[in-house]
C-alpha cells in the first residue's frame, strides 16, 4: 500500500507565491512519474505539471513560466513551486504517482488534496 500526502496549500493573494509538496510512503520499488493535477469547482480534473525519475518536466500552457516542479528520487517526494498566482488557479491540488510496487508491478496512486484559494 502506497500513501501520498500533500501539503502547502493556503488562501493567498493575487500575484503571491506558494509551495505544495507531496510525500509518497510505503513499500514502493521506484516512482516513476510524478504529477500534479487541479480540479477548480465545477470543471474536470487538468494535468499542472509533471517529472519524471530523470528530472524531465511538462507543464501546462497555463502555467509555464509560473510554476516549477521538482522532485527527490531519494525521498520520494515531488513539489510544486508557484509564483504569480491567479484567481483563476483557484482549485484543489492533487499528486500522482505512477509506482512501480512490489510483486503488483506498475500502478498509480493519488493524494486526497490540497486547496489553493487566490483571492484578494
Known amino acids: 500500500q502506497v500513501q501520498l500526502a500533500e501539503s502547502g496549500g493556503d488562501l493567498v493573494q493575487p500575484g503571491g507565491s506558494l509551495s505544495l509538496s507531496c510525500a509518497a510512503a510505503g513499500n514502493i520499488d521506484s516512482i516513476y512519474v510524478m504529477t500534479w493535477y487541479r480540479q477548480a469547482p465545477g470543471k474536470q480534473r487538468e494535468l499542472v505539471a509533471r517529472?519524471?525519475?530523470?528530472?524531465?518536466?511538462t507543464y501546462a500552457d497555463f502555467v509555464k513560466g509560473r510554476f516549477t516542479i521538482s522532485r527527490d528520487n531519494a525521498k520520494n517526494t515531488a513539489s510544486l513551486r508557484m509564483n504569480n498566482l491567479k484567481p483563476e488557479d483557484t482549485a484543489v491540488y492533487y499528486c500522482?504517482?505512477?509506482?512501480?510496487?512490489?510483486?503488483?508491478?506498475?500502478?498509480?496512486?493519488w493524494g486526497q488534496g490540497t486547496q489553493v484559494t487566490v483571492s484578494a
Open positions: 517529472v519524471d525519475s530523470g528530472g524531465t518536466t
Open positions: 500522482h504517482a505512477h509506482c512501480v510496487i512490489p510483486i503488483i508491478g506498475e500502478t498509480d496512486y
